[in-house]
């Protein structure tokens, strides 16, 4: 077997460690990328360094958004940037840095039809939610609203520089985002361990992520302190794991269905991971996914499954996408747009046909 491991150059975990990135960073002009709940809390130490801060990102970022930060960098001669929230501040961050200063438009990059060189800017990413994991992987999702297609963004230097998660940044999170944003990380270690592209470090870190994740979720999202740790730790090891390892086709999937019907990402984690790991049973009999029940003292592939289930339900995410207005007329669109670089990693091949037929039992 031959692999080949990417990591941000530094890594730092801990609490408190929030308090120590502003004497850290490089000199010159620095640009905070904040989510709207930090804004406040981070506006006096920004105007007393005369940095720059934008604190209005939005869930599901656009090519828009990132052309807005990069505009703002380029304004104020940034050369750090440095994002501070959930997964979509920091992709925002991490494309925004990885484009600054390249000359065509963000969807040149997007779409394929231009080639960034290789990052010249400092990025420090800091991570208020534990689900994404985007302080630590090597792309940015992105949306396209004028053809509604979400998909990663690639380029050299998607790596941070300094990735520094806290888990006290992640206290202040709501229970709903806490739900869904665990169910994000815990699919993460899951489909990383079931992964075509697994490795022996993948799997070693992904096997810890789901058994930090599992026991936690529940607790954090019922306001637990002492939760916040392992869920912040396990988020790290299952995203450190999918870089290495890609996912599957709960991600595939989820992307397109997600952008199609307006779900949240971590909750199309929550509707599709169940089904989609019944599905690939088929493969092995679940011997792979029973290694993973057996990690967090359940019996097979099967309990492991009901157990998601109750878990899905406990801390308050759906079963399925009808609440969403789903229908079966967006199905094509989700087939077309589910080829991505997870669905190759699957560990069983999925037809357009069985695609379908598997996100029709969710709608």
């Known amino acids: 077997m031959k692999y080949e491991l990417r990591f941000p150059r530094r890594i730092s975990f801990g609490d408190g460690g929030f308090r120590e990135w502003p004497e850290q960073l ?6 905070v990328v904040a989510g709207n709940h930090l804004r406040e ?3 006096p ?3 007393s360094r005369g940095w720059g801060l934008i604190g209005d990102i939005r869930p599901e970022p656009t090519l828009q958004e990132v052309e807005k930060v990069r505009a703002a960098a380029r304004e104020l001669g940034a050369r750090t940037i440095v994002g501070i929230g959930g997964g979509s501040v920091l992709d925002t961050a991490k494309a925004a840095a990885a484009l600054l200063d390249e000359p065509g438009a963000v969807a040149d990059y997007f779409y394929g039809r231009s080639a960034a060189a290789a990052r010249r800017s400092f990025l420090v990413l800091l991570p208020t939610t534990a689900g994404t994991g985007a302080e630590v992987t090597g792309n940015a999702v992105l949306v396209d609203p004028a053809t509604s297609i979400k998909q990663s963004l690639r380029t050299p ?3 941070a520089d300094w990735a ?3 888990p006290e940044l992640t206290c202040a999170c709501p229970a709903g985002i806490t739900a869904a944003s665990g169910f994000d990380a815990l699919t993460q270690g899951i489909e990383s361990y079931l992964s075509r592209r697994a490795t022996t470090v993948s799997s070693a870190l992904a096997r810890s992520a789901v058994t ?4 936690a979720l529940r607790a954090a999202t019922a306001g637990e302190r002492g939760a916040r740790a392992p869920m912040a730790e396990g988020s790290l090891s299952a995203a450190l794991a999918f870089a290495q390892s890609g996912l599957g086709a709960v991600h595939g999937i989820g992307h397109p269905a997600g952008s199609c019907w307006g779900v949240p990402h971590g909750v199309c984690c929550a509707v599709l991971l169940p089904t989609v790991l019944r599905w690939n049973c088929a493969v092995d009999g679940g011997a792979r996914l029973g290694e993973l029940a057996r990690a967090v003292g359940l019996a097979d592939a099967a309990s492991f499954i009901a157990g998601l289930e109750r878990l899905r339900a406990e801390v308050g995410l759906p079963e399925n996408f009808r609440s969403f207005g789903a229908s ?3 199905l094509p669109f989700v087939v077309r ?6 669905m190759k990693c699957n560990p069983r091949e999925l037809s357009d046909e069985e695609v379908a037929a598997l996100v029709r039992e969710l709608i």
């Open 26 to 31: 490089p000199p010159g002009g620095v640009l």
């Open 41 to 43: 809390r981070l506006l």
């Open 45 to 47: 130490l920004t105007t």
């Open 157 to 159: 230097g998607m790596e």
């Open 164 to 166: 520094l998660v806290d």
């Open 212 to 215: 930090l994740l599992y026991p």
């Open 328 to 330: 079966p007329d967006a």
């Open 337 to 342: 747009n589910c080829r991505s670089g997870s």
